[in-house]
């Protein structure tokens, strides 16, 4: 479904045609998004690319200079941030250092709704137990370490009810296995209270991992939003190809259309039998490196088999990664063959494989 097809009254966040300048610097331009209700969302792209903005857009920390923000079907443009009923969590835990874990938890709930028949206190142990940190309530936040900070910031986010969760690299100051652990923590507790989230992050593959549907920006603009698989396997433009994962791109010429061939630097290669285009056409293929297998095989039909030279490769433990010459071009080749691949090579790719880029310009 295209993004702007989605309706603002359904959605748990819609952005309509937001811009958001910095003294003649435009750090967004029209950007529109549409964010179901309970889904995971993440925004992903490099550094400076507006993805932080983008959240602050919508927390009502930056005001635009155009355009509109939903949340849950109200139209929240002119609120203060208080009143949006979003919690927020920012890469430094910024926990109040002077609190205890308890203080700092309850302090979320200063905005928080009719109380209901739970009491603060008993309230502050509900969220505890939520993020794992049963027991911890006495503790400075100087006593914890910077996964459990980071899962204290989330229960004080969430303290008070808020309709939506936005997380700006929440994780990014943390070691790589503590990352991992806690994105699943995240995720978890994100489907228990089926809370609509926004995340925030420059690591395609935590993108990847975490997320319902990704937003790849670049540059202040969209460029896709898609389940992650549809990212990885379908992605529209170069920039998406070569921001997410890694991929070998191949600019060729149509030469035939049906069954559809193209030719890159002189070698014909058969490219997937959907490919709708003409002979002559320019074509840019987006070639993964786990979908180019060593050796031949009879077992695949419409395959193209090349001919490279191991330049290097490196042990990833589950697969090796190895660096191909071919035709005085790179070729990146994941495979987990058991035996280091070396010297002169055959590869063969699926033309189902292959992936056309609508924007084949370069
Ligand atoms: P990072 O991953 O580095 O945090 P980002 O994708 O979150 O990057 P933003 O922080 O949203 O990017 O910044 C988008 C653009 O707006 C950048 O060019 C940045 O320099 C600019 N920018 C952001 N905040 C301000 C500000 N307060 N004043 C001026 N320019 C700003």
Known sequence: ???????????????????????????????????DEGEFFTLVGPSGCGKTTTL?????????AAGE??????????????????????????????????????YGLRFRDPPGNVTDDERVDELLSLVDMAGMGEREPEQLSGG??????????????????????????????????????????????????????????????????????????IEQVAPPETVYREPRSRFVAEFVGENNLLDGEVTESAP???????????LPESATVDTGDPVALCVRPEVLSLGESEMVSNA????????????????YRVHCSWNDRSLLVKTDSREPPEGTVTLTVAASDIHLLSDSGR
């Not at 193209?262 to 290669?269: A, E, Q």
């Open 260 to 270: 559809p061939r193209t030719t890159v630097d002189g070698t014909p290669i058969t």
């Open 56 to 64: 602050r857009a919508i927390a009502g920390f930056e005001e635009p």
């Open 148 to 221: 459990q900070q980071q899962r204290i910031a989330l229960a004080r986010a969430l303290a008070p009810g808020p309709d939506v969760l936005l997380l700006d690299e929440p994780l990014s100051a943390l070691d790589a296995r503590l990352r991992e652990r806690l994105r699943v923590t995240i995720r978890e507790i994100q489907q228990e209270l089926g809370i609509t989230t926004i995340y925030v992050t420059h690591d395609q593959s935590e993108a990847l991992a975490i997320s319902d549907r990704v937003a790849v920006v670049s540059g202040g603009r």
């Open 304 to 319: 193209t088999t090349l001919t490279a030279t191991v330049e290097h490769r490196e042990f990833l433990g589950d697969a």
């Open 1 to 35: 479904i295209p993004d702007r097809d989605r309706t603002t009254a359904d959605a748990g966040v819609a952005l309509d045609d937001i811009t958001v300048d910095f003294g003649g610097v435009t750090a967004l331009e029209d950007v529109s998004l549409s964010v």
């Open 69 to 106: 923000v939903h949340i849950d079907g109200r139209r929240v443009t002119d609120l203060a941030p208080e009143r949006r009923d979003v919690g927020v969590v920012f890469q430094h835990y910024a926990l109040f250092p002077h609190m205890t874990v308890r203080e700092n938890v309850a």
